[in-house]
């Protein structure tokens, strides 16, 4: 038998109170189908912790992550901007470091980031998929944004528009990076703002499209996860769940930005996204007369729908403007619109998708195929 020390029972006591204590976590899922030999990941690949100007420790941005449905997050602090240095030593790998062992406990994808943070108009870049932050560490900007390129990093320029709203925020060393090959994507979505001009610079420039929290607090004190509201995000569409096949799939702009209830991508991938996401539960209506029918729409996905119909071809209408709720289903009113024949017909319906973006003022436009049958 082991004699207990009253100390020792003590610490025991303590064990047990934390284990009690602790609430289990919970995931919430983020549902999108995936596209053709492609993997739909879910990324936010900007965020901040105490190692810059962030207000949580790295483990807590991948804890907060998994439970927001994330599969891949990247840690990037300011490796220029540190207002807490007297009290967290500027350690440019410590929060990868530190996260990795976490993410690995939790499933998640940890890529190692950096966030080169320099005056306008150079503004700020986004490095990830590095080996190292200490080269980044110089004093020429330039310098800073090569170290990151030789490493191998993906890199996006952050918040385009943050500064300068006029449209002219490009400049020259923009262009230089373009140029040279330093500069991959765009972030046309960070946090709550949407990037107008930066939306066409990426379509101009073949970029690839990034949303991203760029989140700074408690992620809880930002999103509303309690009504719904998810963090800004980055769909990826990937061939496989590795750090390669994700970053073979950012270089080839295989991307859909997901924030502030819309989505914008190219159509390549949005169109797949959103058709395969709404279904159609019962394409086959009978329309006696004026009385109308109802046609099921459900939406599969984590994303909202706002469709305003802009044609209807075959005899029949339908509702104007109409909401899909992420994860509901919804019933559309059909009926005859005047022109209707007798017997049955293949009938057409095209609702523009108002918040799913191809560029900027264009939303995508899809199509409901039904099968009408008419009688008096
Ligand atoms: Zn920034
Ligand atoms: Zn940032």
Redesign the pocket.
């Known amino acids: 038998m082991i004699k207990q020390t009253p100390f020792k029972v003590f610490i025991v006591l303590l064990t047990c109170l934390a284990s009690g204590a602790a609430v289990s976590q919970t995931r919430i899922e983020i549902p999108f189908p995936d596209i053709g030999e492609y993997k739909t990941v879910t990324a936010d690949l900007?965020m901040h912790t105490v190692f810059s100007d962030g207000k949580v420790w790295p483990t807590v941005r991948v804890k907060e992550a998994w439970r927001n449905g994330l599969d891949i997050i990247s840690i990037t602090d300011?490796l220029e901007y540190l207002p807490y240095k007297d009290d967290v030593l500027p350690k440019f790998n410590r929060p990868y470091e530190i996260a990795r062992s976490e993410a690995d406990k939790m499933g998640l994808m940890l890529i190692h980031g950096a966030?080169i943070?320099r005056d306008e108009p150079h503004?700020?870049f986004?490095a990830i998929f590095l080996s190292d932050c200490l080269p980044l560490d110089t004093p020429n900007q330039k310098d800073a944004v090569k170290a990151a390129f030789d490493q191998g990093a993906f890199l996006w320029w952050?918040?385009p528009e943050?500064k300068r709203k006029d449209g002219k925020a490009w400049c020259e060393i923009q262009q230089e990076y373009l140029d040279l090959g330093w500069m991959h994507g765009l972030e046309v979505i960070?946090g709550n703002s949407y990037y107008v001009n930066a939306h066409q610079w990426a379509l101009d420039h073949n970029l690839t499209l990034m949303a991203n929290t760029?989140v700074h607090d408690p992620i809880d004190e930002v999103y509303d996860y309690a009504s719904g509201e998810h963090r800004t995000m980055t769909l990826i569409f990937a061939k496989e769940p590795t750090q390669e096949a994700v970053k073979e799939a950012l270089l080839q702009r295989r991307t859909v930005a997901f924030g502030m209830n819309m989505l914008i991508g190219r159509e390549e991938w949005l169109r797949p996204l959103i058709e395969k996401s709404i279904v159609v539960e019962n394409p086959d209506i009978r329309l006696a007369g004026k009385t109308p029918a109802y046609v099921a729409l459900r939406n599969g996905c984590a994303a909202s729908f706002d469709l305003k119909l802009e044609e209807h071809t075959g005899g029949i209408t339908a509702t104007e403007n109409l909401s899909v709720p992420a994860g509901k289903t919804v019933a559309m009113r059909v009926q005859g619109d005047g022109n209707t024949p007798q017997g049955a017909a293949p009938v057409e319906l095209t609702y523009a998708v108002t918040n799913a973006l191809l560029a900027p003022g264009t939303p995508l436009k899809i199509k409901f195929a039904l099968n009408a049958s008419f009688s008096q």
């Open positions: 900007h300011h966030e943070t503004g700020h986004n952050n918040h943050w960070n760029d």
